[in-house]
């Protein structure tokens, strides 16, 4: 539900954070987007953000590092047309967010100054999809460090072979305030844990990895003893198959994807293409496509920045609007963008709570929450016994995507080779080298197992990185190009 009331309180704690302590009001924010917008400019923001961060890190044995910082300051932001004028402080003095609006009006190009009414403040609506918490204080520093050394004593209990064991323990507590040129205030209070695994497995002078984790917007009791076994399980067998991969093959064949994490290959080949700013300057293979078929039917790709405690989540986006679930293909159909504030007006359309930013000391662009491909009937068993002869890929580790091509590159880090429905053997160095909207129009299978991944996504463009998640069910894609090293 969509409501004030969350936003009010969310708006005390950021106030009593962000301004009260630098003897700033409501009234003054008011004032410095007023001297913006006195030079004709089309929008303005103030971008308020306090983040606390802790993180711990064992190797061999021992914790080696724990880390704890704190960054704070605001971002003031002019836009005029296309043009952006930024600037960016760590002081929250009145006298440093006057210079800041002082800087960036300059945008205009009218130099000219004029009175303007600033509209009356008007608190925006909010979702309540997460606690506003500071996870940090959910576990002392005691406890945290023995959650990583039982991690360790797991994984090299479960199995003689699993020769080094690397953890790592982050959490964050993010606290943003926004005020915008049409008097909105919006303020969010944001927990982000994840706990992440590697395992090292030793075999005849054979060395494989596998790795695992997870988190979200929560605290760290979390990671209860059955959460922590099964990252730990998934981590091992990953390197224990690994040890036993062969070389894969090359060519072009049928590729299956598991469920879950696979999913990032949705987000790199299809979801980056269908962002505001690529689609405006016409630079994604998706642009002027809507209302077209750009997929197979039975493809339905979600953007939902709405789900309950997700890593990828928010009850505002970095501009003050509420997240969405917003249908991007239906059926196969090319459904809408996702936009922040200044691409959706270039547009013409409405924002859809996309706008986002690593910090205060960057700019807000649309970006992906959480992407994901609705599920279908086939029952995965029967997806992997369609293969007559083909690769079969659980897990993926990095990849790439050119959007103007809308051409892919993905490694696989775990694969199994596949004949007559039968999974032979694992591989590895399996990549998988195509085309997003080309990939979609072959998806011929959609299993009934959509899940989304642990919550361990970290999303990367124009040198900014945010949390995201991702998710998909088991697909069949034929006629896919792989890589191989056999």
């Excluded at 009001?25 to 987007?33: E, N, Y």
């Excluded at 494989?208 to 990252?231: H, K, N, P, T």
Aim: net charge negative; proline share 4%.
């Amino acid at each position: 539900m969509i409501s004030r009331e969350p936003t009010l309180a969310r708006l005390a704690t950021a106030q009593s954070l962000l301004l009260e302590p630098f003897g700033l009001t409501t009234s003054h924010l008011q004032k410095a987007l007023g001297e913006i917008l006195s030079h004709g400019v089309d929008d303005a923001d103030l971008y308020f953000q306090t983040t606390r961060s802790e993180g711990w890190s064992l190797e061999e044995g021992i914790v080696k590092t724990g880390s704890f910082s704190i960054d704070q300051g605001v971002g003031v932001r002019a836009v005029s047309g296309e043009k952006t004028a930024f600037a960016y402080s760590d002081d929250l003095s009145w006298d440093s967010l006057l210079d800041a609006a002082h800087t960036v009006r300059t945008i205009s190009g009218l130099g000219l100054s004029k009175k303007v009414k600033t509209p009356a403040a008007k608190v925006a609506k909010s979702r309540s999809l997460y606690p506003g918490l500071d996870p940090i204080a959910t576990l002392d520093s005691t406890a945290k460090v023995a959650l990583l050394e039982k991690v360790e004593r797991l994984a090299k209990a479960k199995d003689p072979r699993i020769a080094q064991v690397m953890a790592g323990l982050a959490a964050e507590h993010d606290v943003v305030l926004v005020a915008r040129a049409d008097g909105t205030l919006a303020a969010d209070v944001r927990p982000l844990i994840r706990l992440s695994l590697t395992v090292i497995a030793e075999q005849n002078g054979r060395r494989e990895m596998g790795s695992s984790g997870g988190g979200g917007r929560f605290g760290l009791s979390y990671f209860d003893d059955a959460i922590v076994q099964g990252y730990v399980d998934e981590a091992v067998d990953a390197a224990l198959t690994n040890l036993e991969a062969r070389p894969a093959p090359a060519g072009e064949m049928v590729v299956v994807l598991g469920a879950g994490w696979p999913g990032i290959l949705l987000h790199e080949a299809v979801g980056h293409g269908l962002e505001g700013d690529f689609n405006r300057k016409g630079s994604s293979a998706f642009a002027g496509r809507i209302g077209q078929r750009v997929a197979a039917k039975g493809v339905t790709v979600l953007d939902d920045g709405t789900i309950a405690d997700r890593r990828g989540s928010l009850n505002i986006d970095d501009e003050g609007h509420a997240s969405q679930r917003n249908v991007l293909i239906e059926d196969g159909i090319l459904r809408g963008y996702i936009q922040d504030s200044m691409n959706a007006r270039l547009m013409g359309v409405k924002p859809t709570g996309n706008g986002r930013r690593e910090s205060y000391a960057h700019v807000p662009m649309p970006r992906m929450t959480n992407t994901y491909m609705l599920g279908g009937d086939k029952h995965p068993d029967e997806i992997v016994a369609s293969i007559k002869k083909g690769l079969y890929a659980t897990n993926f580790g990095g990849g790439q995507v050119d959007i103007t091509s809308g051409k892919f590159v993905f490694s696989a880090s775990q694969a199994y080779w596949v004949e007559n429905g039968k999974i032979q053997y694992p591989v590895k160095g399996a990549t998988l080298v195509g085309n997003g909207p080309d990939a979609l129009t072959r998806v011929s299978m959609i299993g009934n197992d959509m899940r989304l991944d642990s919550g361990v996504g970290t999303c990367g463009k124009e040198g900014q990185s945010v949390p995201v998640g991702v998710g998909q069910p088991t697909l069949r894609i034929d006629g896919m190009t792989v890589g191989g090293t056999a």
